[in-house]
């Protein structure tokens, strides 16, 4: 049986062991995270097994990492905040993610919400997800490779959506699969401009209301399964 892979368990070592990622969730509280749950799942969560092994010594680093295809693994801050955000004052619920990647955002979902659906459009992402996220058996998270902007209207609706990718303007698809009472957050790229900025939409029984955040930079949302 071949060994496992130098900083590849759950536990870690080194600078991918648990008291690194107690640093990384002391930072993120000093950085403003508040919400105790939220900081409980960042620490539960071993971020090293989602980025290549050469990069796994920056994986508890504040910042984005490649994971190929053009993609990258947001920086944990980010996660952190847009979580935070959506479970202000009440419970996920049902999650739709939007932009699998490499699966640590549906990880941290996973550990907090009933049930969680991620949809990744590159195949061989999606699959590398799975692998990733094989050990940690998290029984209600379900990975679906397909077309993220469409969403997944069969398992609709959601009580939150959450999107690793910025749209170029509103997904009308995902504001259909809001549940009423749900909370949508995504990056939105400004008119105009080459900027983007964080985007809450909440649905209610008169429709829908939108808050302006932070602003932020993601990769492009992009239609289709490749």
Do not use: W
Request: hydrophobic share 45%; glycine share 8%; proline share 5%.
């Amino acid at each position: 049986m071949n060994a496992p892979r130098p900083g590849r368990s759950l536990a870690g070592i080194g600078m991918t062991s648990q008291r690194t990622r107690a640093r990384m969730v002391e930072r993120l509280r000093e950085q403003g995270i508040a919400d105790a749950h939220v900081l409980e799942a960042m620490a539960a969560v071993p971020r090293h097994l989602f980025v290549e092994e050469a990069l796994a010594s920056r994986a508890y680093e504040d910042t984005a990492l490649p994971i190929g295809f053009g993609q990258t693994i947001s920086q944990p801050f980010v996660v952190a905040r847009m979580i935070e955000i959506l479970v202000r004052g009440r419970r996920l619920g049902k999650v739709l993610e939007i932009g699998t990647g490499c699966g640590y955002q549906a990880a941290v979902l996973a550990s907090l919400a009933a049930e969680v659906y991620s949809v990744e459009r590159i195949r061989e992402l999606h699959e590398r997800a799975r692998a990733n996220l094989r050990d940690l058996r998290l029984r209600n998270l379900r990975l679906a490779h397909g077309d993220g902007a469409a969403g997944l209207d069969k398992a609709a609706p959601f009580d939150s959506i959450i999107l690793a990718a910025a749209a170029p303007q509103m997904p009308l698809a995902l504001l259909h699969q809001l549940a009423r009472g749900g909370r949508m957050i995504l990056p939105l790229r400004e008119p105009g401009a080459d900027t983007q900025r964080l985007v809450l939409v909440e649905r209610s029984r008169l429709g829908y209301s939108e808050s302006a955040l932070d602003p932020v930079r993601f990769v492009p949302l992009q239609a289709g399964k490749a």
